[in-house]
């Protein structure tokens, strides 16, 4: 007598499925937040990047680069850190890694790259915050406002006032954003 044909039946094939997609949903959470870190890792080795160039160009102008205004900088502005004299290689440092997608915002949607400013804003200036990069951050928004508030929190690195750095203890894709001045990295 011939023997039946082996095959699987129909529910050992959703038992299988299911235990997939119970690995699936365990998996890619982890992902991506594994891959979140590791866009905040390189808008902080980039803001580094950005901080030993622009010490560098200020030890030999005297000055920060100059902020040529306008929401968003062009790559023209931050050639002066690659020529004449090469503060960093490329200005690829610049680009805001947070922004491979399209930004939200009045100022988010024209910004490839850190908003940068030095000089054009008193209250940065007057503070001694010196220069401020900033990176959208995982909400793709910019949420600094431009006051003395916020100034002062930037001056003393008092994250617990702010209600506008990053911190991912609220989630990895949380308000806030990414900001580099002269003092220090913050949100580290």
């Known amino acids: 007598m011939p023997s039946p044909p082996k095959a699987f039946t129909l529910i050992e094939l959703l038992i299988v499925v299911a235990i997939i997609g119970i690995l699936a949903a365990i998996a890619v959470p982890n992902f ?9 890792s390189r808008v902080k080795a980039d ?7 622009m010490s560098m160009y200020q030890l030999d102008n005297n000055a920060y680069m100059p902020d040529p205004g306008g929401p968003c900088i062009d790559v023209i502005a931050y050639a002066r850190l690659t020529t004449p ?5 490329s200005i690829e440092s610049f680009k805001d890694f947070f922004t491979s997608e399209t930004p939200t915002g009045a ?4 910004c490839a790259w850190n908003y940068y400013d030095y000089g054009m804003v008193p209250y940065i200036t007057e503070s001694g915050v010196g220069y401020v990069v900033i990176s959208f951050g995982p909400d793709l928004d910019l949420d600094m406002g431009w006051n003395s508030t916020s100034m002062e929190i930037l001056k003393t690195g008092d994250a617990r006032r702010s209600t506008f750095l990053y911190n991912p203890s609220n989630g990895l894709v949380s308000s806030g954003d990414l900001i580099l001045t002269a003092l220090r990295v913050h949100n580290d």
């Open 85 to 89: 004299v090469s503060y960093m290689t």
């Open 107 to 110: 100022i988010g949607a024209a």
């Open 47 to 53: 803001f580094r990047t950005i901080s030993t160039a």
């Open 32 to 40: 991506l937040n594994a891959q979140m870190r590791a866009k905040l």
